[in-house]
């Protein structure tokens, strides 16, 4: 038997059942959060996210393309994230794993149906031309929750992205690369990812946290409080106390978020 991970264990989880953390938060405390935008040139929109030292940069590129068939009528959001090898020694090179998949999907859930984006705005001719926005996410330093630094990184790039105005003429479309203009927002959402360790939950973990929880919730919010994304993760149970409680520090925590995402990208 390891004897060191399980001291490790025992040390972290009688800290927090003490309502003590290894960093001197508290258990519903955020890490130090830092938001840049407009960091990769080439891109019409970007962002780089620091939680704790968790980091993580986003692209938002914009393209003309087909909508899916059964939404004909509605611009195209896909979504792709790299856990790049120097963030971690546990990110391999080579095609996506199970956590690029799932954390690529998380975000996509949570964009897609808090319904951020009015989609039918970025239609330009129904069934044949709508816009495509591709965002890549790039992990690059990873300790702990990348679900929540995820989120706020790809929120912070779309409010950053510009695209192009576009008109149909003779069944052509025209692209004014002069006239770039900002994406249709509706509202805004974020997520807030929990950790159950003894017998607390406490949110934002670190990554000595997340090697020991038993069960991870991570909870997309709209800033009107609507819950638009839910992921359950690790091998252990949560009650329903643990969730409803969950749920009540999220409806808290985003809106103090998206007010310091506000801020950070005012002029």
Not at 90 to 104: I, M, Q, Y
Request: glycine residues 6%; contains cysteine; negative net charge.
């Amino acid at each position: 038997m390891d004897i060191i991970p399980e001291i490790t264990r025992k040390s972290i989880t009688d800290l927090i059942n003490n309502k003590e953390r290894i960093d001197g938060r508290s258990l519903h405390e955020f890490r130090d959060i830092s938001i840049e935008t407009g960091v990769i040139s080439k891109a019409e929109g970007s962002s780089r996210v620091k939680l704790g030292n968790t980091q993580i940069i986003v692209g938002v590129k914009p393209q003309i393309g087909e909508p899916f068939p059964d939404t004909p009528e509605m611009g195209v959001i896909l979504t792709n994230s790299e856990l790049l090898p120097m963030a971690s020694p546990t990110f391999e090179p080579g095609p996506p794993d199970e956590r690029s998949v799932e954390l690529s999907r998380v975000v996509d859930r949570c964009v897609r149906e808090s319904q951020m984006i009015d989609l039918e705005k970025l239609c330009i001719i129904e069934g044949s031309k709508v816009w495509m926005l591709f965002l890549d996410l790039h992990i690059i330093d990873y300790d702990g929750n990348l679900f929540d630094a995820a989120v706020l990184a790809t929120v912070a790039a779309l409010l950053d992205t510009r695209i192009p105005a576009a008109e149909v003429e003779d069944g052509e479309v025209l692209v004014d690369r002069e006239n770039m203009q900002p994406l249709p927002i509706n509202r805004k959402a974020l997520m807030c990812t929990f950790a159950k360790i003894g017998d607390e939950i406490i949110l934002d973990p670190c990554l000595e946290e997340e090697d020991i929880l038993t069960a991870r919730l991570s909870i997309g919010v709209t800033e009107d409080g609507s819950i638009c994304a839910m992921q359950k993760g690790g091998e252990g149970a949560l009650t329903r106390d643990d969730v409803l409680r969950a749920v009540s520090i999220a409806r808290e925590k985003v809106p103090q978020l998206i007010e310091y995402l506000d801020k950070s990208m005012a002029p």
